[in-house]
């Protein structure tokens, strides 16, 4: 076996990124700390947005490239958009979808760092957020698949297959640096749910730091040795997502309205919901097997 040098092993780099940048940041104590970089993370993938978009026009649909895993389409089937598609991949894509909006567990947390906080302005910020992320998310999902249309690849930044493009392996590294300064805001929610759940809420430094150091190292020993995110985009997105999604905020609204008897109709709807959901979840993974 040829040797490696150790800046290209996957799993050593992982290690030395998580303890090297991502141990520092999830030890500060307060979340409006990350404030600032979860806003660079945010600019990170608008820029990624707009490369998307900027690929579109500048990639040839007919180009040899896209159609080397179909010689035999001709260039009218290669560049003619497909509306629906329904096939084994879509058990994946569907939770990855009610996966890639699940922020409810950091409601609490950005709630109790806002100034002059009011159910108004947190009910603003969470409208503000949900429509940025979806519209980044719808934008990028387009003109994705309008670039490369069938031959689209499940990680799109893998058919930028050029190595001399300076723009593409910029934005691969501006995609690495916004996942990186992610992690420390969903830790953060992590480590206060653990703290709540065993009653220790007051800050004690050398607690602090020791749970923080044992979850991130089971995160790298899940990260080191599940092959692919996939699985567990897919597994996730099926059950906790839509359990934080669809299912606990209907269980909550019928419970806080189990003595409003107007409204029986709103209770029907949100009942119907749940129940919709467990469905597709049981098919879902009844089909991923």
């Known amino acids: 076996m040829p040797f490696r040098p150790w800046y290209v092993d996957g799993r050593v780099l992982v290690v030395v990124v998580t303890f090297g940048i991502i141990l520092p ?23 990624f947005l707009i490369v998307v978009i900027y690929k579109k026009f500048q990639i040839s649909c007919s180009d040899p490239e896209l159609n080397s895993t179909s010689p035999n ?9 497909k509306y629906v598609t329904f096939n084994s991949k879509t058990v994946y894509a569907l939770p990855t979808i009610a996966f890639a909006f699940v922020c409810h567990p950091s409601v609490l947390p950005i709630y109790s760092e806002l100034k002059d906080r009011s159910q108004k302005k947190m009910q603003m910020v969470s409208n503000i957020s949900f429509f940025a992320m979806f519209v980044m998310y719808f934008l990028t999902a387009i003109f994705g698949y309008l670039t490369f249309y069938d031959n689209v690849h499940s990680d799109l930044l893998h058919k ?6 300076i723009l593409i392996l910029t934005v691969r590294l501006a995609v690495i640096v916004a996942v990186i300064l992610t992690v420390p805001v969903l830790f953060f929610t992590v480590r206060s749910s653990l703290f709540e759940l065993a009653k220790k809420t007051k800050f004690h430094l050398c607690r602090h730091v020791l749970v923080t150091f044992i979850l991130l190292v089971i995160i790298n020993l899940l990260v080191i040795f599940i092959p692919t ?46 129940a919709t959901v467990i469905f597709l979840m049981s098919f879902s993974l009844e089909y991923a097997k």
């Open 73 to 81: 389409a001709t260039n009218a089937d290669m560049c003619t958009p």
């Open 25 to 47: 940041l999830c030890l500060l104590k307060n979340l409006g700390y990350l404030g600032y970089t979860s806003g660079f993370s945010l600019s990170c993938m608008v820029f």
């Open 229 to 274: 995110m996939k699985d567990i985009f897919g597994v996730v997105g099926v059950t906790s997502a839509n359990m934080l999604i669809f299912i606990l905020p209907s269980s909550l609204y019928l419970k806080i309205t189990s003595q409003d008897g107007d409204k029986g109709t709103q209770r029907i709807w949100v009942c119907l919901m749940p």
């Open 160 to 165: 930028y297959q050029s190595k001399d493009d």
